[in-house]
């Protein structure tokens, strides 16, 4: 294997985000892995094809998540969906709540999401990525990506506030 | 705005990174002004980053790096000495492709008809030039032994051409052509060429 300094930085950049985005949205491990790979080796592909460098990291999540569509075969059209203004009471919780649960009761709480709302709510928590950018990678409009991520929050915070055990 | 369309806007908000974000300013300038508002948001925020603590402090494994720059299709170089590489093997490609065409195309005409040449050159054993590329003073016995003994003889001009020696239809001449192996002769003979190769049906040799 011949050395590519210029890939091996890329992948020490982004390899932790991608691979913690594809655990948020597979709950496994080795999906995780297979996904994050997956990823690179488009990217080692295609990524030439990319004109603007600043948006290497939302090529990447893009190409992850349209993989795990793949892989699910849900590829499906999404349709606009406006911010719903009639959300759902958002639940009292504090801090606290969150703070008694780990890394992994909170996956095992993402899985129960949607998968239309648990990528958007993932990216929403993991990266520093603005709304355009979250909608962009999602490839859905940006009133579908916060109504999503606004409804996908409050069905978290519900799950947490139901299951966390009192103090 | 009231406090419960402020809520509304406010759930998304993250803390400084959406500070620039123009639809939580008004949102945000109310919190400020309403105490409980105020106090709610800090609790949201706080939850908020307490979440995102939670999933980045998830470790990937550690070989995953290496299986991936590892596992990698080698990557299509960008730069122009590729695209002069990928150009040459077009036109290498292409000009196969004509020979391929003219030897097809070659390979349909008739046999060109014998015609009678005198040719001067080496008279080789074909077998040992053609798969070791033997020849000259220094293989001579072989080469005398080989063509005595039935191997295809040949001769070779100065400007590398090289036919096929034959002696009449029937009739093997190899037992006259040992004599030369090796050596420089002039061979009147005929002609004929088929799919790019040259016989020469042998009716006279001289030496030089």
Same mark, same amino acid.
């Given at each position: 294997?011949?050395?590519?300094?210029?890939?091996?930085?890329?992948?020490?950049?982004?390899?932790?985000?991608?691979?913690?985005?594809?655990?948020?949205?597979?709950?496994?491990?080795?999906?995780?892995?297979?996904?994050?790979?997956?990823?690179?080796?488009?990217?080692?592909?295609?990524?030439?094809?990319?004109?603007?460098?600043?948006?290497?990291?939302?090529?990447?999540?893009?190409?992850?998540?349209?993989?795990?569509?793949?892989?699910?075969?849900?590829?499906?059209?999404?349709?606009?969906?406006?911010?719903?203004?009639?959300?759902?009471?958002?639940?009292?919780?504090?801090?606290?709540?969150?703070?008694?649960?780990?890394?992994?009761?909170?996956?095992?709480?993402?899985?129960?999401?949607?998968?239309?709302?648990?990528?958007?709510?993932?990216?929403?928590?993991?990266?520093?990525?603005?709304?355009?950018?979250?909608?962009?990678?999602?490839?859905?409009?940006?009133?579908?990506?916060?109504?999503?991520?606004?409804?996908?929050?409050?069905?978290?915070?519900?799950?947490?506030?139901?299951?966390?055990?009192?103090? | 705005?009231?406090?419960?369309?402020?809520?509304?806007?406010? *759930? %998304?908000?993250?803390?400084?990174?959406?500070? #620039?974000?123009?639809?939580?300013?008004?949102? $945000? #300038?109310?919190?400020?002004?309403?105490?409980?508002?105020?106090?709610?948001?800090?609790?949201?925020?706080?939850?908020?980053? @307490?979440?995102?603590?939670?999933?980045?402090?998830?470790?990937?494994?550690?070989?995953?790096?290496?299986?991936?720059?590892?596992?990698?299709?080698?990557?299509?170089?960008?730069? @122009?000495?590729?695209?002069?590489? %990928?150009?040459?093997?077009?036109?290498? @490609?292409?000009?196969?492709?004509? $020979? *391929?065409?003219?030897?097809?195309?070659?390979?349909?005409?008739?046999? $060109?008809?014998?015609?009678?040449?005198?040719?001067?050159?080496?008279?080789?054993?074909?077998?040992?030039?053609?798969? @070791?590329?033997?020849?000259?003073?220094?293989?001579?016995?072989?080469?005398?032994?080989?063509?005595?003994?039935?191997?295809?003889?040949?001769?070779?001009?100065?400007?590398?051409?090289?036919? %096929? *020696?034959?002696?009449?239809?029937?009739?093997?001449?190899? #037992?006259?052509?040992?004599?030369?192996?090796?050596?420089?002769?002039?061979?009147?003979?005929?002609?004929?060429?088929?799919?790019?190769?040259?016989?020469?049906?042998?009716?006279?040799?001289?030496?030089?």
């Amino acid at each position: 294997m011949s050395a590519d300094p210029e890939f091996e930085d890329l992948v020490k950049l982004y390899y932790p985000d991608l691979y913690r985005f594809g655990l948020s949205l597979t709950g496994s491990e080795a999906d995780a892995c297979d996904l994050a790979q997956e990823t690179f080796y488009i990217w080692a592909n295609k990524g030439h094809q990319l004109r603007d460098p600043t948006k290497v990291k939302a090529w990447l999540f893009t190409t992850l998540h349209r993989q795990f569509l793949q892989a699910r075969r849900h590829e499906t059209r999404f349709k606009d969906e406006p911010i719903d203004e009639t959300s759902p009471e958002l639940p009292a919780i504090t801090v606290d709540c969150v703070n008694r649960i780990d890394a992994r009761g909170l996956l095992s709480f993402l899985e129960q999401l949607d998968e239309t709302h648990r990528a958007p709510l993932v990216l929403y928590y993991l990266e520093d990525l603005s709304y355009n950018e979250i909608a962009e990678t999602l490839a859905v409009p940006l009133g579908t990506v916060q109504s999503r991520i606004a409804r996908a929050k409050i069905k978290l915070l519900q799950l947490l506030n139901e299951t966390t055990p009192p103090k | 705005m009231t406090t419960s369309e402020a809520k509304q806007r406010l *759930l %998304l908000y993250r803390g400084p990174i959406d500070d #620039a974000d123009p639809q939580f300013q008004e949102a $945000l #300038a109310y919190a400020r002004r309403d105490a409980e508002l105020g106090e709610w948001l800090r609790e949201q925020t706080e939850c908020y980053d @307490s979440i995102r603590a939670k999933l980045r402090g998830i470790e990937p494994p550690i070989e995953l790096p290496e299986k991936i720059v590892r596992n990698r299709p080698i990557p299509f170089p960008r730069d @122009s000495s590729r695209i002069l590489q %990928l150009a040459a093997a077009v036109l290498i @490609s292409v000009s196969i492709t004509a $020979l *391929l065409m003219k030897w097809s195309e070659h390979r349909q005409r008739p046999v $060109l008809g014998a015609q009678e040449i005198l040719v001067t050159g080496e008279v080789l054993d074909m077998t040992c030039y053609i798969a @070791s590329n033997l020849s000259g003073p220094e293989h001579a016995k072989c080469a005398k032994v080989c063509i005595r003994n039935g191997e295809p003889a040949g001769i070779k001009t100065r400007d590398g051409k090289v036919y %096929l *020696l034959t002696g009449n239809p029937g009739d093997s001449i190899n #037992a006259k052509l040992a004599d030369y192996a090796a050596q420089i002769v002039t061979i009147k003979g005929k002609q004929t060429v088929r799919d790019g190769f040259a016989q020469l049906q042998v009716e006279e040799i001289r030496k030089l």
